[in-house]
């Protein structure tokens, strides 16, 4: 199971503020990672009672999002996860840039609405459909 990155929340903080945080933890661990992690989707997650921030990437046969709710315990009602992002090569001349990634058939089942970004990339659409 990858490794699950966790931050703890100190003093005043908004939900924003944190999932701010949050991406910015994803991408940091996900820069300094190597070997399968390197090219894995990644995602991060904010605990939304107490700050808390999670951040894993996707791997053996398991998603990053079930990983962090795995390791952490948290009830997936109180959290709310980052858009999952992955090392791609767009045959662009650029190399490998990140690119988000829709929300796995899996996810889409498992995770409440309540844990999904308004906006967040989905197949076909966006989030929330309607």
């Not at 100190?10 to 944190?18: H, K, N, P, V």
């Not at 107490?50 to 962090?68: D, F, L, R, V, Y």
């Not at 045959?91 to 988000?100: N, R, Y």
Request: with cysteine; proline share 5%; charged share 25%.
């Amino acid at each position: 199971m990858p490794t699950v990155h966790r931050q703890q929340a100190f003093g005043d903080w908004t939900l924003d503020e944190r999932l701010g945080d949050a991406a910015a933890l994803r991408d940091a661990v996900s820069g300094q990672s190597a070997g399968a992690a390197r090219v894995a989707t990644w995602t991060a997650a904010v605990h939304t009672q107490t700050g808390e921030i999670a951040t894993t990437c996707s791997g053996h046969g398991s998603c990053a999002e079930i990983t962090i709710l795995e390791v952490t315990n948290w009830d997936p009602d109180l959290a709310v996860f980052t858009p999952a992002m992955r090392l791609e090569n767009l045959k662009d001349c650029m190399g490998k840039i990140w690119q988000e990634k829709a929300i796995c058939d899996v996810c889409e089942v498992l995770l409440p609405d309540s844990s999904k970004l308004e906006g967040a990339y989905r197949k076909e659409r966006r989030w929330p459909p309607g």
